[in-house]
């Protein structure tokens, strides 16, 4: 469970630093104008304050699986003294029942490729459960693409993954789409994003 918002409990995610701005300007056109966000696999919950102060009309939902990954989230909501973030709640993307049964839009950074594929399986099947039509489920990370050429710092990162755990590594971008199509979400748009990301939308239909 979430500890008090020790500051000795909070972790650090280096990436964050670097993405959070670039996230929030795409963030700012594919989000609603008022509701709550779903961020599914938190982990450090930087991005979660960040984002919540950025849209402060939103209320803020962070989650993970990982228990620590809950206290270094409930340590950063504390710090931040932000009224749109919400208390983390424990999720397993994968699991068949989630612990929140409506969301006004979904956001996932960084889940895919670190983690077995069932977990994105669980994540559109979620999706699907709580979005309203045309409610937007966002995905940032690096991803494989048939048709644009596979950056060398991703390959690498991809083996690096694949080493670590055989059930990891970079998706390819049509299997993606398919079982987020399979699941009743519609892909919508892409943009590319800084350090050879990319960011992926996709609407409920």
Same mark, same amino acid.
């Given at each position: 469970? =979430?500890?008090?918002?020790?500051?000795?409990?909070?972790?650090?995610?280096?990436?964050?630093?670097?993405?959070?701005?670039?996230?929030?300007?795409?963030?700012?056109?594919?989000?609603?104008?008022?509701?709550?966000?779903?961020?599914?696999?938190? %982990?450090? %919950?930087?991005?979660?304050?960040?984002?919540?102060?950025?849209?402060?009309?939103?209320?803020?939902?962070?989650?993970?699986?990982?228990?620590?990954?809950?206290?270094?989230?409930?340590?950063?909501?504390?710090?931040?003294?932000?009224?749109?973030?919400?208390?983390?709640?424990? /999720?397993?993307?994968?699991?068949?029942?989630?612990?929140?049964?409506?969301?006004?839009?979904?956001?996932?950074?960084?889940?895919?490729?670190?983690?077995?594929?069932?977990?994105? /399986?669980?994540?559109?099947?979620?999706?699907?459960?709580? /979005?309203?039509?045309?409610?937007?489920?966002? /995905?940032?990370?690096?991803?494989?693409?048939?048709?644009?050429?596979?950056?060398?710092?991703?390959?690498?990162?991809?083996?690096?993954?694949?080493?670590?755990?055989?059930?990891?590594?970079?998706?390819?971008?049509?299997?993606?789409?398919?079982?987020?199509?399979?699941? %009743?979400?519609?892909?919508?748009?892409?943009?590319?994003? =800084?350090?050879?990301?990319?960011?992926?939308?996709?609407?409920?239909?």
């Amino acid at each position: 469970m =979430p500890g008090d918002g020790n500051p000795a409990d909070k972790r650090h995610a280096p990436a964050t630093l670097r993405n959070r701005d670039a996230i929030a300007a795409v963030l700012a056109d594919w989000l609603p104008a008022v509701g709550t966000v779903l961020e599914v696999a938190s %982990g450090s %919950g930087e991005h979660a304050v960040h984002f919540a102060a950025a849209f402060p009309h939103l209320e803020w939902r962070p989650s993970d699986p990982d228990p620590a990954g809950l206290t270094s989230i409930a340590a950063y909501r504390a710090e931040s003294g932000l009224a749109n973030v919400a208390a983390p709640i424990a /999720l397993d993307a994968a699991a068949i029942v989630w612990p929140i049964d409506r969301a006004d839009a979904l956001l996932c950074i960084n889940m895919v490729h670190i983690s077995p594929w069932a977990a994105s /399986l669980g994540l559109f099947a979620g999706a699907a459960r709580l /979005l309203a039509r045309d409610a937007p489920l966002i /995905l940032y990370g690096p991803y494989i693409e048939p048709d644009v050429p596979t950056a060398e710092s991703n390959i690498a990162f991809d083996a690096n993954l694949r080493a670590r755990d055989p059930a990891w590594g970079l998706r390819d971008t049509d299997r993606v789409k398919a079982a987020a199509d399979a699941a %009743g979400l519609a892909f919508a748009e892409r943009r590319a994003m =800084p350090a050879n990301n990319i960011m992926l939308l996709f609407r409920r239909t």
